[in-house]
């Protein structure tokens, strides 16, 4: 077993860790145990009930982290609080994504008008009547948890892109978990939360607040399965939910395949084209470059909303 070399101050005292702290080889297992760990948080305990939960899946991590590495490198005190510090930063970081998505999903506005004000209140007031934004049409009650937010923002958070949490460690979204379910209603409900004065205000997305809020989500869900049993109906939205993220993952990036090769191939046969089409001309084909760029930028932007969309 290889223990971790940790810096210290120049009289010998330690300080407050951090990531450069550790030696090279320590400091690679770190990273990839604070990849795995913030993977586990979220699909077993995302409002942890005491810190042995959390000290545990932060061993769990470590451990395989160094399987991965091939190398058994010994988990410090020191480690353990780096990894526990993560909780409640993947949380901060997954209502921060959802803020705008949120607002613009249901048409929340910013504006000073009384009559504004009033109309946010009131959505506001009538998407946490019942919970009824878990719903695909919160208006007529129907679609229970099949709401396009709920998985954009999976989408948004663990498969943006083929190096995020849910592609490189799919086996822990797959299907996607009921607490990765309940934590985004969670984060929803906190963003909505924001709005119930009629202006956005800044909500803390903490564990005291919101703990009872994602249990609530919870013990929903357990309730729903329970009376669809028979139909599996929240094992089919477990794998839906999985199944859409990647696929949206994998157009995403087959698209941008394509783009860079209609660009190479623009960039290739512009100016041959150019001559046999206007001989003795250098000038003709010098706005397709610029013509291929823009149309680069066009798709990009196209992409990039029907990846969140």
Not at 11 to 16: A, K, P, T, V
Not at 247 to 268: D, G, H
Not at 282 to 301: F, I
Request: glycine fraction near 4%; proline fraction near 3%.
């Amino acid at each position: 077993m290889v223990l971790p070399k940790i810096k210290k101050n120049s009289d010998g005292s330690r300080h407050r860790m951090k990531a450069s702290d550790f030696d090279d080889v320590s400091k690679e297992i770190l990273g990839t145990a604070t990849s795995i760990f913030r993977c586990l948080i979220v699909s077993q305990a995302p409002f942890p009930e005491n810190i042995a939960v959390e000290t545990q899946l932060a061993k769990a991590a470590w451990h395989e982290a160094c399987q991965i590495k091939g190398i058994n490198v010994k988990l410090t005190p020191s480690g353990v609080k780096m990894l526990l510090t993560r909780t409640s930063q993947v949380r901060g970081e997954l209502k921060t994504k959802m803020r705008s998505l949120t607002a613009s999903f249901f048409g929340f506005r910013s504006s000073n008008s009384n009559d504004v004000i009033r109309q946010n209140r009131d959505l506001a007031e009538s998407l946490k009547d019942g919970s009824v934004f878990a719903f695909k049409d919160w208006e007529s009650k129907k679609g229970i948890y099949k709401t396009e937010l709920l998985q954009q923002g999976i989408n948004i958070m663990w498969f943006a892109n083929r190096h995020d949490e849910g592609v490189i460690h799919h086996q822990y979204f797959n299907p996607m978990p009921v607490e990765v379910i309940a934590l985004v209603l969670t984060t929803i409900e906190c963003c909505i939360d924001e709005w119930l004065q009629g202006l956005k205000e800044d909500i803390k997305f903490t564990s005291a607040t919101y703990g009872t809020v994602y249990h609530g989500h919870f013990c929903s869900l357990q309730r729903f399965d329970e009376r669809t049993a028979p139909y599996k109906l929240l094992d089919k939205i477990r794998v839906n939910l999985h199944d859409v993220a990647r696929c949206v993952t994998v157009f995403f990036f087959k698209m941008i395949f394509l783009l860079l090769c209609f660009e190479v191939s623009m960039q290739v046969l512009t100016p041959s084209l150019s001559r046999h089409l206007h001989p003795g001309s250098v000038m003709q084909h010098s706005k397709m470059p610029s013509e291929s760029t823009d149309l680069r930028s066009r798709m990009m932007q196209r992409l990039a909303s029907r990846k969140i969309g």
